[in-house]
Nanobody
């Protein structure tokens, strides 16, 4: 059993900041890439940012320069620092981890339950 638990969402005004966190727990053997995706009402889920176990990052163009992804490999956690938030950043944010469990030594994708981020204008 693997769980990804997110925290840190909420309501913020335009220009404000939020920090999302996600912790992976359970019978984890190793974690490869971790990342954040988001889904706004009526839209498809989209990539926000990813980070490899080696620290290589990738960002959506829409968040470059405003969001920063980081991770703690020892704790299997990933964070997303979001600055200069805009109303268009409003969405449910999902944590993702590609990992192998102790039993299944094949990398599989796991998702958190999602956390709401609302940016008011």
């Amino acid at each position: 059993q693997v769980q990804l638990v997110e925290s840190g969402g909420g309501l913020v005004q335009t220009g404000g900041s939020l920090r999302l966190s996600c912790a992976a727990s359970g019978s984890i053997f190793s974690v490869n890439a971790m990342g954040w995706y988001r889904q706004a009402p009526g839209k498809q889920r989209e990539l926000v940012a990813t980070i490899t176990s080696g620290g290589r990052t990738n960002y959506a163009d829409s968040v470059k320069g405003r969001f920063t992804i980081s991770r703690d490999n020892a704790k299997n956690t990933v964070h997303l620092q979001m600055n200069s938030l805009k109303p268009e950043d409003t969405a449910v944010y999902y944590c993702n981890a590609q990992l192998m469990t102790v039993v299944v030594r094949t990398p599989l994708n796991y998702w958190g339950q999602g956390t709401q981020v609302t940016v008011s204008s």
